[in-house]
């Protein structure tokens, strides 16, 4: 037979806040545990002369990371002389850690588990707030308090604001989202039961003479400017302002084309400041290329193709689909048989029949460094491959001489083929020893600059009257002098 528990709330202040159905519940049962007798209907229930015991002790014993686990245990050992009702502040179901720990670790085949339903502090907070609105309501619970839960859209209360600690942790996490001085509305019981709110601004929560289970707190929505911090649907909703009639005539007028170079532009500069490793530069210009993303897919709902969840959902689904080691049965031992899988996984999803549409299937504007190595890169996969980097080095050798009989005649094209021969035999080179030539290349141009601006800062004359021989002087000068210093 199950044992019974009954959660029951209690209201969010003295005996006015008890339901008729919660009133019945306590009255008719026997073996009733209180989480805290510091309520506002406790007074009541004693007058009414209704026997409890409460987990106050507890509370005295128990940080907040134990606390609950401790009550949990209370509330079973109370269980083994009978059914138990457990009477709570608020509704059960509202920011009540216990009660979702109940929910937790209570097997339903062997507990039947009622609840009745109470007034939520949340509830009686935004009713006694004269800032409220009906612009929606998040409820949050102190304890468990997630930055990723936070809506500075919506009204929301955090309850069960207990002492002095939780409150220094909770504004801790508020005050990377929410301005210092916010005005903020902080409530709790009185002696009567009664509920009272008092207002401060945000950096002063944890300042409070003191604190109980029915303590919460309520923080108005925010406007666009008012933000200490933003998320993705912000810089969405930025977006759809800049494009709107009345928006920015430039964002206005810019197209998928359009913004084409604005995107490889902004990828460069990402990999330019993980080369620097400077990180704080690094984050803004993510943002820049976050921006690119955002501001396409707007293009793309105004036209009503797709948008930004759209987008989100396809990579999120990408993301799980490919990785079935992680989200499925599939196995991999290592980052070799991860790529194995997640290439065979991703030719079922394109429907590649065929190894020669697998290359195909690499974009081909794609700068061409870049499409040789993952052609190279692919067609490895398969066999097609050197068997050491020695015969990729002899490539090179073969098609280097191949260019010279080549460039010794007139035929054009001929030289070009063989130049071509030549660099994609490099990026042979470059792919046996896991280096990306567009980034080599890229540094090299770097280097190449730096050392020329050496040659013109230190030549006597204008470069246009030097000998090559007097500039290579200089050039063998910054070579020794930089040498080792960031690829000089």
Not at 258 to 283: F, P
Not at 351 to 366: E, M, N, S, W, Y
Not at 436 to 461: C, G, S, W
Request: net charge negative.
């Amino acid at each position: 037979m199950k044992r019974k528990i009954t959660l029951v709330g209690l209201g969010s202040g003295n005996e006015d806040q008890l339901t008729l159905g919660a009133l019945e519940v306590l009255q008719k049962g026997s073996n009733i545990l209180l989480r805290t007798e510091r309520h506002g209907a406790v007074p009541y229930l004693r007058q009414l002369g209704i026997s409890f015991d409460s987990m106050d002790d507890l509370c005295r014993t128990y940080d907040n990371n134990d606390i609950y686990n401790a009550m949990v245990q209370r509330v079973l050992q109370q269980m083994e002389k009978g059914d138990v009702i457990l009477g709570v502040p608020g509704h059960p179901l509202m920011g009540e850690r216990l009660v979702l720990e109940l929910l937790r670790q209570l097997d339903r085949s062997v507990y039947d588990i009622h609840i009745v339903p109470g007034v939520s502090t949340a509830e009686a907070m935004v009713a006694v707030v004269p800032a409220s609105g009906l612009d929606g309501l998040k409820i949050l619970t102190a304890s468990e308090l997630d930055e990723n839960c936070i809506n500075v859209r919506l009204i929301t209360v955090i309850v069960d604001i207990c002492d002095a600690l939780l409150a220094s942790k909770v504004k801790q996490k508020l005050l990377r989202f929410y301005p210092a001085n916010l005005e903020v509305f902080l409530s709790s019981q009185d002696g009567e039961g009664k509920l009272q709110y008092s207002s401060m601004p945000l950096h002063r929560l944890d300042k409070q003479e003191s604190y109980n289970p029915s303590t919460c707190l309520y923080i108005p929505p925010l406007r666009l400017e008012q933000l200490e911090s933003y998320d993705i649907n912000h810089l969405c909703e930025i977006m759809d302002i800049l494009r709107s009639p009345e928006g920015c005539p430039w964002d206005r007028e810019q197209t998928h084309e359009s913004l084409k170079r604005y995107l490889l532009e902004e990828t460069y500069e990402v990999i330019e400041c993980i080369d620097r490793n400077d990180m704080d530069k690094l984050a803004e210009e993510l943002g820049d290329v976050l921006l690119q993303v955002v501001f396409h897919c707007q293009i793309a709902r105004e036209g009503g193709a797709f948008d930004m969840l759209d987008v989100i959902s396809r990579v999120c689904r990408k993301m799980i689909s490919r990785h079935t080691h992680i989200f499925g049965d599939a196995v991999a031992q290592s980052s070799q048989q991860v790529l194995e899988n997640w290439e065979d996984l991703k030719k079922r999803e394109k429907g590649l029949k065929t190894h020669t549409q697998v290359l195909r299937d690499i974009p081909a504007v794609l700068p061409a460094l870049v499409r040789s190595y993952k052609v190279q890169e692919k067609a490895a996969m398969v066999g097609f491959d050197w068997d050491s980097i020695e015969g990729a080095m002899n490539k090179v050798t073969e098609e280097l001489e191949e260019l010279k009989a080549a460039s010794a005649g007139t035929d054009i094209r001929k030289i070009e083929e063989e130049m071509g021969d030549l660099l994609f035999a490099v990026v042979n080179v470059s792919r046996f020893l896991k280096v990306d030539p567009e980034l080599a290349l890229v540094k090299t141009v770097e280097k190449f600059i730096r050392r020329f601006e050496y040659i013109e800062q230190n030549a006597k004359r204008p470069l246009e009257d030097m000998t090559l021989e007097e500039m290579d002087g200089l050039w063998e000068q910054a070579k020794s002098l930089f040498s080792g210093k960031n690829n000089v």
